[in-house]
């Protein structure tokens, strides 16, 4: 990993009145400090094994002072036995933890929450690792993660070997958005659990599956995930899964409850031996688009791409009718089965997939008998400009049987300048401004998940140095700012107080800067008077910078990458 370091000499003292920052070495220590604490303290628990350690970190900071909670040395405080955390207040972050050898009798290991209505907001947690925290008897039901409350954050974390009843990371809904942010993290070495109950992340529940949460999933890489057909188990609505690398699972991102989701930007890729999946589908108006998916063996419900059946009149634990699906420019090499559309038709659920659009997407290289398969007739499904090789149940003249003439690069198939592909797209939607890589599309976007010729590496297939912790980073990183397409004219860089623009020309101020997400989103717009402008910010992820003059011109444009590690 690339990283920028910031040292820090930490004056350890167990008086809160002589230092911010507080050493402790017993429970009864810690739980003295957390009373004391104020906004900008950190508490060091000291290296060694905390076995059976119930530690209750309620207290509050501020966004620009947090309350601390880390190791003394980072991998180096072990909580085992029964040990577990509970998060409760604002503004509190904990970091470089591992807990190991241990279990529980049924309290979840990390818990956002004091009690059912006293619910953590603004809090994180970090660096930290859950390991093979089993018990002996693989029914005994409990959650390594529980996120309850609001804008809680839980990043560059490993997540390993959990075989026991009970999803490995879960969001609480209590009947409002919450906007969680679950990044950078890797989850793995799951075994089948034989039932349900064996989602590595699980957003919602059905009860409230009408709910909004928007939680957004990015950059995570699963490996080795088997716990059960539903790796990730999206149970609310308006959820957005993006970024994510798969490999190896036996299972799937399941859209299960909720409607409004966008799956996008994702890369799939199945193991030997695993009835390996993409995305199955379920409820009303989720986009699935921009993802890669490759050498899946799953068909039916574990199909690349699985839209199923409904119930008439569902209740809410049941399957609600796919309405308005959008699944545009996917790029499918060397799946089983492709398309799976009206998956689950039985004598229950009998309304096939309505009002749902096809298009622009890209499967080849087939490896089971047909590339799209109906085991429900659909209803006024919209096929546009698909290359899709090999048999299918279906005849439309927006299915092209045709080699598309794609090209392996670095690992991936993706078209060449030969290819008849490019420029191809007929049906262009409102929210593809962006391909699988990060690129822009031009005017005449490609059909499937790449542009031709894209040299962005903003998003690209995670491995394990790209997520999970990091314990060589003793002092706590800064932020690192990567930027693609720049002006040379001008300078970005990152600062101890936020983000600068300098160089900027003074024929072309007044300005205003602009930074959106991929999405179109403006998360900023600020005007500019000066050569130099800089503002706190504490972005996480891709964005475009615009320099807008006061002409009205885009004098200067980025693509910028905002993230702590890298």
Same mark, same amino acid.
């Given at each position: 990993?690339?990283?920028?370091f910031?040292?820090?000499?930490?004056?350890?003292?167990?008086? =809160?009145?002589? %230092?911010?920052?507080?050493?402790?070495?017993?429970v009864?220590?810690f739980?003295t400090?957390?009373?004391?604490?104020?906004?900008?303290?950190? *508490?060091?628990?000291?290296?060694?094994t905390?076995?059976?350690?119930?530690?209750?970190?309620?207290?509050?900071?501020?966004?620009?002072?947090?309350?601390?909670?880390?190791?003394?040395?980072? &991998?180096?405080?072990?909580l085992?036995?029964?040990?577990?955390?509970?998060?409760?207040?604002?503004h509190?972050?904990?970091?470089?933890?591992?807990?190991q050898?241990?279990?529980?009798? #049924?309290?979840?290991?990390i818990q956002?929450?004091?009690?059912?209505?006293?619910? $953590?907001?603004?809090?994180?947690?970090?660096n930290?690792r859950i390991?093979?925290?089993?018990?002996?008897?693989?029914d005994?039901?409990?959650?390594?993660?529980?996120?309850y &409350?609001d804008n809680?954050?839980v990043? =560059?974390? =490993?997540?390993d070997?959990?075989?026991?009843?009970g999803?490995?990371?879960?969001?609480?809904?209590?009947g409002e958005?919450?906007h969680?942010?679950?990044?950078?993290?890797?989850f793995?070495n799951?075994?089948?659990?034989?039932?349900?109950g064996?989602?590595?992340?699980?957003?919602?529940?059905?009860?409230? +599956?009408?709910?909004e949460?928007?939680?957004?999933?990015?950059?995570?890489?699963?490996?080795?995930?088997?716990?059960?057909?539903?790796?990730?188990?999206?149970?609310s609505?308006?959820?957005?899964?993006r970024?994510?690398?798969?490999?190896?699972n036996?299972g799937?991102?399941?859209?299960?409850?909720?409607?409004?989701?966008?799956?996008?930007?994702?890369?799939?890729?199945?193991?030997?031996?695993?009835?390996?999946?993409?995305?199955?589908i379920? #409820?009303?108006? =989720?986009?699935?688009?921009?993802?890669?998916?490759?050498?899946?063996?799953?068909?039916?419900?574990r199909?690349?791409i699985?839209?199923?059946?409904?119930?008439?009149?569902?209740p809410l634990?049941?399957?609600?009718?796919?309405?308005?699906?959008?699944?545009?420019?996917?790029?499918?090499?060397?799946?089983?089965?492709?398309?799976? *559309?009206?998956?689950?038709?039985?004598?229950?659920?009998?309304?096939?997939?309505?009002?749902?659009?096809i298009?622009?997407?890209?499967?080849?290289?087939t490896?089971?008998?047909?590339?799209?398969?109906?085991?429900?007739?659909?209803?006024?499904?919209?096929?546009?400009?698909?290359?899709?090789?090999? +048999?299918?149940?279906?005849?439309?003249? #927006?299915?092209i049987?045709?080699?598309?003439?794609?090209?392996? *690069?670095?690992?991936?198939?993706?078209?060449?300048?030969e290819?008849?592909?490019?420029?191809?797209?007929?049906?262009?939607?409102?929210?593809?401004?962006?391909?699988?890589?990060?690129?822009?599309?031009?005017?005449?976007?490609?059909?499937?998940?790449?542009?031709?010729a894209?040299? %962005?590496? *903003?998003?690209q297939?995670?491995t394990?140095?790209?997520v &999970?912790?990091?314990?060589?980073?003793?002092?706590?990183?800064?932020p690192?700012?990567?930027?693609?397409e720049?002006?040379?004219?001008?300078?970005?860089?990152f600062?101890r107080?936020?983000?600068?623009?300098?160089?900027?020309?003074?024929?072309?101020?007044? %300005?205003?800067?602009?930074?959106?997400?991929?999405?179109?989103?403006?998360?900023?717009?600020?005007?500019?008077s000066?050569?130099?402008?800089?503002l706190p910010?504490s972005?996480?992820?891709?964005?475009?910078?615009?320099?807008?003059?006061?002409?009205?011109s885009?004098?200067?444009? $980025?693509?910028?990458?905002?993230?702590?590690?890298?």
């Open positions: 990993m690339n990283k920028l910031l040292i820090l000499l930490v004056p350890f003292s167990l008086s =809160h009145s002589h %230092a911010q920052n507080v050493l402790v070495s017993t009864t220590e739980n400090a957390v009373v004391s604490a104020q906004a900008g303290d950190t *508490i060091f628990l000291k290296n060694g905390w076995e059976d350690a119930q530690l209750d970190f309620f207290t509050s900071g501020t966004s620009d002072k947090p309350v601390v909670l880390k190791a003394q040395t980072p &991998g180096e405080v072990i085992s036995g029964a040990a577990r955390l509970r998060i409760y207040g604002e509190l972050v904990v970091s470089d933890l591992d807990f050898n241990g279990s529980s009798s #049924g309290d979840d290991i956002f929450k004091k009690s059912s209505n006293e619910l $953590a907001k603004n809090c994180r947690l970090t930290t390991l093979n925290f089993n018990p002996a008897s693989d005994v039901a409990y959650k390594w993660v529980s996120i &409350g809680n954050r990043d =560059h974390c =490993h997540f070997g959990k075989n026991n009843e999803a490995l990371l879960v969001v609480w809904l209590t958005a919450n969680h942010q679950i990044d950078h993290n890797y793995a799951i075994p089948e659990l034989g039932r349900n064996g989602e590595t992340i699980r957003i919602g529940t059905s009860t409230n +599956s009408l709910t949460s928007r939680t957004i999933v990015e950059y995570n890489l699963f490996e080795s995930c088997d716990g059960e057909i539903e790796i990730i188990s999206n149970k609505g308006f959820n957005i899964y970024y994510n690398t798969f490999r190896n036996e799937m991102l399941t859209l299960r409850h909720g409607d409004d989701c966008e799956v996008y930007g994702n890369f799939f890729f199945g193991g030997e031996g695993k009835a390996s999946g993409g995305v199955r379920i #409820g009303e108006r =989720h986009k699935v688009y921009n993802n890669y998916f490759q050498d899946l063996e799953g068909d039916g419900l199909a690349a699985s839209m199923m059946n409904g119930v008439p009149d569902s634990n049941r399957y609600f009718q796919v309405k308005n699906a959008e699944v545009v420019n996917n790029t499918i090499v060397s799946c089983k089965e492709p398309f799976a *559309i009206g998956e689950g038709s039985d004598s229950e659920r009998t309304l096939p997939p309505l009002d749902c659009t298009a622009n997407n890209i499967a080849i290289s490896t089971g008998s047909k590339s799209i398969t109906y085991t429900d007739t659909p209803i006024n499904m919209t096929y546009e400009s698909n290359y899709i090789t090999g +048999s299918t149940d279906v005849s439309d003249e #927006g299915i049987n045709q080699d598309p003439g794609l090209e392996l *690069i670095d690992g991936l198939w993706k078209a060449s300048s290819s008849v592909v490019v420029d191809a797209e007929s049906l262009t939607v409102s929210y593809l401004e962006f391909d699988i890589d990060g690129q822009l599309r031009d005017d005449s976007p490609d059909i499937g998940c790449d542009e031709l894209s040299t %962005a590496k *903003i998003n297939p995670l394990q140095d790209d &999970g912790y990091d314990w060589t980073d003793t002092g706590g990183s800064i690192i700012l990567s930027v693609y720049t002006d040379a004219s001008v300078q970005l860089k600062t107080t936020g983000f600068e623009i300098s160089g900027i020309k003074e024929e072309d101020l007044p %300005a205003q800067v602009i930074i959106h997400d991929l999405q179109g989103k403006k998360l900023v717009n600020d005007r500019v000066s050569p130099t402008f800089s910010i972005l996480k992820g891709v964005y475009v910078v615009s320099l807008i003059t006061q002409e009205g885009i004098r200067y444009k $980025a693509k910028v990458q905002f993230s702590e590690r890298k």
